[in-house]
């Protein structure tokens, strides 16, 4: 392994660090896609149940029911603030897998023992992991043994052993006794490793990187709230235009008149609290109320990601 990586136990120099660091990009998890905020922004904007919001307040602002076209007008951007923050927050995967990784680490530079910044390390570094140390890069032990919490990546609640001398051959990635991973903590005892995988090409960053290509695919839910929602916009609008003969013809009012009654029908039929209770029910629902504590989230998001427990084990 030393020598694929043309590393030895003295580590790199510093130079090579350098040029290493250059060629491979910083430790650290970041963001495949650009920007997407203004898209997603717009799209709160286009549910069905929003749309039909939209109309509503044109039609109170041409009947002349102002105070109403406004108030729904304000639902309407309250909703859509909400409902935005709620998404962009449930999507930070990334982010929350990146908390994993720790600021710093102890490696062997120039023959030395140094503490640098995590995001620093670059395949060849000689890692030094002690007892209560969170692993900052995927390496293969050089010497020692360790007890490992692998939860984060894995889901198991007890400690693994990983040491040096037990060379597994044929076996997944993540079974391998002779690997520790980034994301992962030492519990127990103290080895040294050499860094194959930094950033991105680590299990953590492939699990970062799949679950930002997963689609986003509409809910049996939100299927059942945009039918909800056409429908009640056809009733309320039949509804309205039904009034109209019926207004002038039983009630003696004038075209005017009733088309200024038949808006205020339709408005009226329109259930402008409808979207914001939808929104807030699915925030509070997506909260964990059994405060896991973090142990196995990474795993959970690879399974959001859709990964089985086998790709998770690969």
Same mark, same amino acid.
């Given at each position: 392994?030393?020598?694929g990586?043309k590393?030895?136990?003295g580590?790199?120099s510093?130079?090579?660090?350098?040029r290493?660091?250059?060629?491979?990009?910083?430790?650290?998890?970041r963001?495949?896609r650009?920007r997407?905020?203004?898209?997603?922004?717009?799209?709160?904007f286009?549910?069905?149940?929003?749309?039909?919001?939209?109309?509503?307040?044109?039609?109170a602002?041409i009947?002349?029911?102002?105070a109403?076209a406004l108030?729904i007008v304000?639902?309407i951007?309250l909703?859509?603030?909400?409902?935005f923050v709620?998404e962009?927050q449930?999507?930070?995967?990334?982010e929350?897998l990146?908390a994993?990784i720790p600021?710093?680490?102890?490696?062997?530079r120039?023959?030395?023992?140094?503490?640098l910044?995590a995001?620093e390390l670059?395949?060849g570094?000689?890692?030094?992991i002690?007892?209560?140390?969170?692993?900052?890069?995927?390496?293969r032990l050089?010497s020692g043994?360790?007890?490992?919490?692998?939860?984060?990546?894995t889901g198991?609640?007890?400690?693994v052993?990983?040491?040096a001398d037990?060379?597994d051959?044929?076996?997944?990635?993540?079974?391998a006794?002779?690997i520790?991973?980034?994301g992962?903590?030492?519990?127990?005892?103290?080895?040294?490793?050499?860094?194959?995988?930094?950033?991105?090409?680590t299990? @953590?960053?492939?699990i970062?990187?799949?679950?930002?290509r997963?689609? +986003?695919?509409?809910s049996p /839910?939100?299927?059942q $709230? &945009?039918?909800v929602?056409?429908?009640?916009?056809l009733?309320?609008?039949?509804?309205?235009i039904?009034f109209?003969?019926?207004?002038?013809?039983l009630?003696?009012l004038?075209?005017?008149?009733a088309t200024?009654?038949a808006?205020? @029908?339709?408005v009226?039929n329109?259930?402008?609290g409808?979207?914001? +209770?939808?929104?807030?029910? /699915?925030?509070?629902? $997506? &909260?964990?109320?059994?405060?896991?504590g973090g142990?196995?989230?990474?795993?959970?998001?690879?399974?959001?990601?859709g990964?089985?427990d086998?790709d998770?084990h690969?």
């Amino acid at each position: 392994m030393l020598r694929g990586l043309k590393s030895g136990y003295g580590g790199l120099s510093s130079r090579e660090a350098q040029r290493r660091l250059t060629q491979f990009g910083p430790n650290e998890l970041r963001r495949q896609r650009g920007r997407r905020w203004p898209r997603e922004l717009a799209r709160q904007f286009t549910h069905p149940l929003a749309l039909l919001l939209v109309a509503a307040a044109g039609l109170a602002w041409i009947a002349g029911i102002v105070a109403v076209a406004l108030a729904i007008v304000v639902v309407i951007l309250l909703n859509a603030g909400f409902a935005f923050v709620q998404e962009m927050q449930a999507e930070r995967a990334v982010e929350a897998l990146a908390a994993f990784i720790p600021s710093h680490a102890k490696v062997v530079r120039d023959g030395r023992h140094v503490v640098l910044e995590a995001r620093e390390l670059v395949p060849g570094d000689v890692l030094i992991i002690e007892e209560g140390d969170r692993i900052s890069a995927d390496a293969r032990l050089l010497s020692g043994g360790i007890e490992v919490d692998a939860s984060t990546l894995t889901g198991e609640s007890m400690p693994v052993f990983r040491a040096a001398d037990l060379t597994d051959h044929g076996v997944p990635l993540l079974q391998a006794r002779e690997i520790v991973f980034s994301g992962t903590t030492c519990t127990e005892g103290e080895a040294r490793g050499v860094v194959f995988a930094t950033g991105m090409h680590t299990e @953590l960053g492939r699990i970062a990187a799949l679950s930002e290509r997963v689609k +986003v695919e509409a809910s049996p /839910l939100d299927s059942q $709230v &945009r039918r909800v929602a056409w429908l009640i916009a056809l009733i309320a609008v039949i509804f309205g235009i039904a009034f109209i003969p019926v207004a002038t013809a039983l009630a003696g009012l004038g075209l005017s008149a009733a088309t200024v009654f038949a808006v205020g @029908l339709i408005v009226g039929n329109v259930p402008e609290g409808m979207l914001p +209770v939808i929104t807030l029910a /699915l925030a509070v629902g $997506v &909260r964990d109320p059994g405060g896991a504590g973090g142990r196995g989230q990474a795993t959970e998001r690879g399974r959001d990601a859709g990964l089985d427990d086998r790709d998770l084990h690969r």
